[in-house]
C-alpha cells in the first residue's frame, strides 16, 4: 500500500475530522478543518513511532514493515509516540516511555479552539514535536506569526524538516521552552503542548494584557487539567482550569526522585497509627479527587508497591514530600472496605495526616471537580484556587525556572 494517494488521503483527513467532531460535540471549524486538509498527519510523522496497545505499553511500529498500521495510527484519533526515553532507545522494548509524541487529534483541535485565533495573532508553541501543531498554526496565522520552541535537537529537526517539505517556516527555535522566546514577544497567544505544574512567568511576561497563555497541567500527585489563563495589566495571569488529557511534562519540570534511593532510608523509625480513610480513595481515584488533591497537597507524591513481601499486607501506598524529608506508608490487606488501614509516618511532617486533612477538605466543599479550580501566577508565585481568585490555597514554589534544573 502506498500512503501518497490523494483519494486516500482525504479519506483518511476527513474520517479523522469526523472523529475529531463527535469529540468536540460540533463539527470543526472550517478555518480548522482547511489546515487539518492542507496538512495531512502522516506526512509528519516518522517512519519509526511507538504505538500503544490494549495494556498501554509501547510497541514499534516501522512504517517499512507495518504500512497499513503506520497510516491507521496517523489517522487515529490517538497519540503517536515519534521519540522514547529523550532519544536513547532501551534495549528492552517495556522500559520505552514516551519522551516526543504527536497528540491525540481531538486535544490538538480542542486546544486550537481554546486559544480562539483571529487572523494576524501571534503565537508562541512550546513544544514543536512533529511541526504538525505549529503547521496548522501557520496554515491559519501565517508563518510570519507564529514561533515554535522544542528543547530537542532531534526531535526539532524532524520538525524541521517537516514543516519544510509540506511549505511551513514559522520560526523554529530549539531550546528551553520554559525561558519562552523573548526576541519575538509579545505574543497574543502561548501555547503548551508539554504539561506545567509551574507557569513559567516568562510566559506571562512574554504575552500581551488580554492574551491568553493555554497549557496542559500535571503536579506531582495527579497528571491531567487544562488550564487557561488570562494575562492582566498587573503582570499577573489568572484563569481556570478543564478536566483534559494528560501531555508529557516539561523537560525542565521533571524530577528524579526514587523512594528506596532518595525517601525511604533503612535507619528510619516510622510511627505507627491508624486510620479509616482508605487508600485507594485518595490514589488512583477518580480524576475529580485526584485533580483537587495535587493542587491542595502541593508537594506530595505518591506510589504503590503491590506485594511488598510484608505478612497481611497486599498493597502498600508510599506517599512523600518532594523534598524527600517526610514519607507515610497505608497498608492494605486486600480488604474492600475495611474500616481501619494501618499507617507509617516518618519525618518533621506527618504527610497521611495532610492527605486526610485535604480529602476532607475536598468533601466538605462539595467534592469539585477541575472546572471549579483556577491558578494565579505572579511574579512572585502561583496560587491555586477554588471558584474564585481571591481565595488562594495552595502556594507552588516560586522557583525559578534556572533552580529547578540544578
Ligand atoms: C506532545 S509533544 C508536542 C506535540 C507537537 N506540538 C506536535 O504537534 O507534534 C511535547 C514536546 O514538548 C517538548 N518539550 C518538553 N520540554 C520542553 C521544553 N522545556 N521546551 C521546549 N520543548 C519541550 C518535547 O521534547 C516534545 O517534543
Redesign the pocket.
Known amino acids: 500500500m502506498t500512503t501518497h494517494q490523494p483519494g486516500l488521503e482525504r479519506t483518511a483527513v476527513g474520517g479523522l475530522l469526523q472523529a475529531v467532531s463527535q469529540y468536540l460535540g460540533h463539527e470543526v471549524a472550517p478555518e480548522w478543518r482547511g489546515a487539518a486538509e492542507a496538512a495531512p498527519r502522516h506526512r ?1 510523522l516518522p517512519d519509526r513511532v511507538w504505538l500503544s496497545g490494549d495494556d498501554e505499553a509501547l510497541t514499534l511500529c516501522e512504517r517499512g514493515r507495518e504500512p497499513e498500521r503506520w497510516f491507521a495510527a496517523a489517522y487515529g484519533d490517538v ?1 503517536v509516540v ?2 522514547v526515553n529523550d532519544g536513547e532507545e532501551p534495549s528492552d522494548p517495556a522500559d520505552a516511555w514516551p ?5 491525540a487529534p481531538s486535544i ?1 483541535f480542542r486546544m486550537l479552539e481554546l486559544l480562539d485565533l483571529a487572523p494576524g495573532m501571534r503565537v508562541l ?11 496548522l498554526l501557520s496554515h491559519r496565522l501565517g508563518d510570519a506569526n507564529v514561533t ?5 535537537p532531534a ?1 526539532a529537526e524532524l ?1 524541521r524538516s517537516g514543516l519544510k517539505a509540506n511549505g511551513y517556516s514559522p520560526t523554529l527555535v530549539c ?4 525561558l519562552g522566546w523573548a526576541a519575538r514577544a509579545p505574543y497574543d497567544r502561548v501555547v ?3 504539561a506545567v505544574q509551574r507557569v513559567p512567568y516568562a510566559w506571562v511576561e512574554q504575552t500581551r494584557p488580554g492574551g491568553v497563555i493555554l497549557t496542559p497541567w500535571s503536579d506531582d500527585w495527579s497528571h491531567c487539567g487544562l488550564l487557561r489563563l488570562i494575562v492582566g495589566e498587573n503582570g499577573t495571569a489568572s484563569g481556570r482550569f478543564s478536566a483534559e488529557s494528560a ?7 521533571r524530577r528524579d526522585l526514587r523512594l528506596f534511593r532518595d525517601v525511604v532510608m533503612d535507619d528510619h523509625v516510622p510511627v505507627e497509627s491508624t486510620t479509616a480513610l482508605d487508600p485507594w480513595a485518595v490514589a488512583d481515584s477518580p480524576v475529580e479527587t485526584q485533580f483537587a488533591l495535587g493542587l491542595r497537597l502541593g508537594d506530595l507524591w505518591y506510589a504503590w508497591h503491590h506485594e511488598p513481601d510484608v505478612e497481611g499486607v497486599e498493597t502498600r501506598l508510599w506517599l512523600a514530600t518532594t523534598d524527600g524529608g517526610s514519607w507515610a506508608a497505608v497498608d492494605w490487606d486486600g480488604t474492600r472496605g475495611a474500616e481501619r488501614y494501618t499507617v507509617w509516618q516518618h519525618g518533621p511532617r506527618r504527610v497521611w495526616e495532610e492527605v486526610e486533612a485535604a480529602h476532607r477538605w475536598w468533601l466538605g466543599a462539595g467534592r469539585p471537580g477541575p472546572e471549579r479550580f483556577g491558578l494565579t501566577v505572579t511574579a512572585d508565585g502561583q496560587w491555586a484556587w477554588l471558584d474564585e481568585p481571591g481565595a488562594g490555597f495552595a502556594a507552588r514554589p516560586a522557583l525559578q525556572e534556572t533552580e529547578q534544573r540544578d
Do not use: H, K, W
Open positions: 509528519f497519540p515519534t521519540q519522551s516526543s509524541s504527536a497528540s490538538v508553541e512550546i513544544g514543536a514535536g512533529t511541526g504538525y501543531n505549529a503547521a515554535t520552541v522544542e528543547i530537542d526531535v520538525a531550546g528551553d521552552g520554559s503548551a503542548t508539554c501531555f508529557m511534562l516539561m523537560r525542565t519540570q
